[in-house]
């Protein structure tokens, strides 16, 4: 059985002052701080005018204060699980250049989107958490409706791969890599929530999935074993230029 919804959230809500570091946060998570370098110039680049920035499993801010440094003055909404978190994610941002921060507590699955509200969505080790293929679909859906045109979809995430073999020399480097990181229990806890917790999809069902929602130009910033970053941008359509 996987974990519940609620007892994701009990264990992200007993955690935030670790979540509150990146470099703490997701030392289970290869090459974090490089994944987050990279969606923060992506979307810059993309999507330079933006104004509001939506951030789907915020936890404590991380990627918002990030993506406030390329991009000061956005307006901000936070979705999280976690009200601890949302509360740490506030507080941290209210310090920062954000124009305005609204949070809201509860499960992507569930909260309305709304149509083209936002330029800008980050995604950072949440979607993982999806069960089902429809419920990937409606989540991806539900991000480019609430995308305006020109906007840009940003993710970074913990995948499995499709093919057998290769799932297996990725699950035994990334082993290799959390016991470097501490020792073989480390790796053996990761492991157990991980089993536990998540349900990964590989890369190329996610790109092919953000295709099929809607996004025509989608793109991939970095892979290295089990996780990788890459985006999306909707485009304008010829009704939207006139």
């Not at 991009?71 to 936070?78: E, I, N, Q, R, Y």
């Not at 099929?212 to 989608?218: I, L, M, T």
Request: proline fraction near 4%.
């Amino acid at each position: 059985m996987k974990s519940s919804v609620d007892d994701i959230r009990r264990r992200f809500d007993a955690d935030v002052e670790r979540f509150s570091n990146l470099e703490t946060g997701q030392s289970s998570t290869v090459d974090a701080p490089l994944a987050l370098e990279l969606i923060v110039r992506a979307a810059a680049a993309t999507t330079p005018q933006a104004t509001h920035l939506l951030d789907v499993g915020a936890g404590a801010g991380n990627y918002a204060l990030k993506m406030l440094e390329a991009l000061p003055g956005l307006d901000v909404t936070l979705i999280d699980l976690s009200r601890p978190m949302l509360d740490r994610a506030e507080s941290r941002l209210r310090e920062s250049t954000a124009r305005g921060v609204t949070t809201w507590q509860g499960d992507v699955r569930e909260l309305p989107l709304g149509e083209s509200r936002f330029d800008l969505i980050t995604a950072a080790a949440v979607l993982h958490h999806l069960r089902t293929d429809g419920e990937w679909e409606a989540v991806l859906a539900s991000f480019h409706r609430a995308l305006r045109p020109g906007g840009s979809l940003w993710i970074f995430d913990f995948i499995e791969h499709s093919i057998p073999a290769v799932q297996t020399i990725m699950w035994h480097r990334y082993g290799e890599y959390l016991v470097a990181l501490r020792d073989e229990a480390y790796r053996d806890h990761v492991y157990a929530y991980v089993e536990r917790e998540d349900t990964p999809r590989p890369l190329v069902f996610q790109l092919d999935l953000l295709r099929r929602v809607g996004f025509a130009d989608v793109d991939v910033l970095h892979k290295n074993g089990c996780f990788a970053a890459f985006g999306a941008v909707k485009r304008i359509s010829h009704q939207n230029q006139r």
